[in-house]
């Protein structure tokens, strides 16, 4: 085995690492959603299984708005909306949840995809032998030999 092949190979090791630790921190914080994933906002629909971050990001800045007018009606009047008043049917920190979690998924998938590419990109610099080699191994594993 050539040095570059075991470079190579603990590198592999440590995008499996990687990508271990991901699916690990993804799976603790999965949760149901609380919304329906479709929110009205200034008469725009924003639909959150095809949503972009950008857009979350600014949702999420108009949210804190009313959550901010919100506090200054319950601080300054002692009016207290936070759980009454809804959008598309669901409350602010409803809305808010959901997002923070769809905005961590999606950043869990754009790990997941630039990891992906650095092990194709390692697969492709071994040596043909090493590759073999890796081939008659997974084979031998397989058959349970």
């Not at 470079?7 to 499996?16: A, D, V």
């Not at 991901?22 to 999965?30: D, F, G, Y």
């Amino acid at each position: 085995m050539s040095k570059n092949d075991e470079r190579i190979l603990i590198l592999k090791k440590q995008i499996e690492e990687q990508k271990r630790q991901l699916k690990e921190q993804t799976s603790v914080k999965e949760q149901q959603y609380k919304t329906n994933k479709i929110i009205e906002l200034d008469g725009v629909k924003y639909n959150l299984n095809v949503i972009q971050e950008e857009a979350i990001c600014e949702i999420l800045t108009t949210l804190g708005g009313k959550l901010c007018a919100m506090n200054i009606l319950l601080n300054e009047y002692e009016i207290m909306l936070r759980d009454k008043y809804t959008i598309s049917g669901y409350t602010v920190d409803d809305w808010i949840s959901d997002l923070k979690y769809h905005l961590l998924k999606l950043e869990a998938k754009r790990k997941e995809k630039a990891l992906k590419q650095k092990e194709e990109q390692l697969d492709k610099l071994l040596s043909e032998d090493k590759k073999t080699e890796l081939m008659l191994d997974e084979l031998t594993k397989s058959l349970g030999i």
